[in-house]
């Protein structure tokens, strides 16, 4: 397909749900692709990229971001609480903030340095045991244990069941979100965007459709 048919997908997408088409922003998950595919993106114009593993990302964006000052980079992969602060240096959003550990880490970094990405917390819509992310009974109080923190949470973030239709869990995101009063919901990738934009999101994460398929997966 390549950025630009994605980018007109997004954008038809949020005009069928009666949405401004520039409200779904689209994130480049480059994760695993080879720089030489990163860099015709980024000479694209595209500038919102998304990686799921801090190492890889320490070893390809300092150097982007020399020619690429306006790069916006998005954690979209499991955060460890070692990694907390190298994370907060990397990346200007972080989607999986899911567990008081992490919380209280980032805020602590956050005190010293003056400095906080934008977060978003990644709700575990399917209750699945494998998956990162707070139960959605427990978001709330979650939330608002952020909040107490004064971390500057701004939205939340699912990945739901393959197995299963994501709707109902776009809508219970947007649910919690509403209810919380967080602008920002972070849902939907290459197979259901169009169906997340529909249920209200305002970032898709969307790789290989873009990029190519990869070589191979780190496991």
Not at 108 to 135: D, F, M, S
Not at 161 to 169: E, G, I, V
Request: net charge negative; with cysteine.
């Amino acid at each position: 397909m390549g950025l630009k048919d994605i980018q007109n997908r997004v954008e038809k997408a949020a005009i069928l749900a009666g949405k401004d088409p520039k409200s779904a922003h689209l994130i480049a998950v480059s994760k695993i692709q080879p720089n030489e595919r990163v860099e015709d993106v980024l000479r694209l114009g595209h500038r919102v990229f998304g990686e799921n593993r801090i190492q890889e990302a320490a070893g390809k964006w300092p150097t982007f971001k020399e020619s690429y000052s306006d790069v916006e980079l998005h954690l979209i992969g499991p955060l460890q609480s070692n990694k907390v602060r190298q994370a907060m240096e990397l990346f200007d959003v972080i989607h999986t903030v899911d567990r008081p550990k992490i919380a209280k880490a980032i805020a602590r970094i956050a005190a010293e340095t003056g400095n906080c990405p934008r977060l978003y917390i990644q709700v575990n819509t399917g209750a699945e045991p494998q998956k990162a992310g707070v139960l959605p009974d427990d978001a709330d109080t979650f939330i608002y244990e952020c909040r107490d923190l004064g971390l500057p949470v701004e939205g939340l973030m699912c990945i739901p069941p393959a197995d299963q239709d994501p709707s109902p869990h776009f809508a219970m995101l947007a649910e919690i979100a509403k209810r919380n009063d967080l602008p920002e919901l972070s849902m939907g990738m290459s197979g259901d965007f169009e169906t997340a934009i529909a249920h209200g999101a305002t970032y898709v994460r969307v790789g290989s459709a873009i990029f190519g398929a990869r070589a191979y997966e780190i496991t």
